[in-house]
């Protein structure tokens, strides 16, 4: 059983920064891939930003220079640095992490978060 917590989600107004934090517990024995994606009312999840093992960063075109992730593999964790925050920000935002809980190829699952608020309004 793997959880996936995340806290950091707010109201804030546009130009300001939020700092979204995950932490990936339980039987874990290697991450593929974590990372965070957002939904929109009304708008399809997309990726936001993720960090793939070896350390290869992805990001979206649309938070490219504003939004920063990082890791602490030792903990399991990722923090999205999202600064400079606009109001197409604004969803729903979760964690999501590829991983293996075990040693063979079969032991890969896909987790998500609870997902965390972020509005940008002023």
């Known amino acids: 059983q793997v959880q996936l917590v995340e806290s950091g989600g707010g109201l804030v107004q546009p130009g300001e920064s939020l700092r979204l934090f995950c932490a990936a517990s339980g039987s874990i024995f290697s991450i593929n891939a974590m990372g965070w994606y957002r939904q929109a009312p009304g708008k399809q999840r997309e990726l936001v930003a993720d960090?793939?093992?070896?350390?290869?960063?992805n990001y979206a075109d649309s938070v490219k220079g504003r939004f920063t992730i990082s890791r602490d593999a030792a903990r399991n964790t990722v923090y999205l640095q999202m600064n400079s925050l606009k109001p197409e920000d604004t969803a729903v935002y979760y964690c999501?992490?590829?991983?293996?809980?075990?040693?063979?190829?079969?032991?890969?699952?896909?987790?998500w978060g609870q997902g965390t608020q972020v509005t940008v309004s002023s």
């Open positions: 999501n992490a590829d991983l293996m809980y075990g040693s063979s190829w079969k032991d890969r699952s896909e987790y």
């Open positions: 960090i793939v093992s070896g350390g290869r960063l």
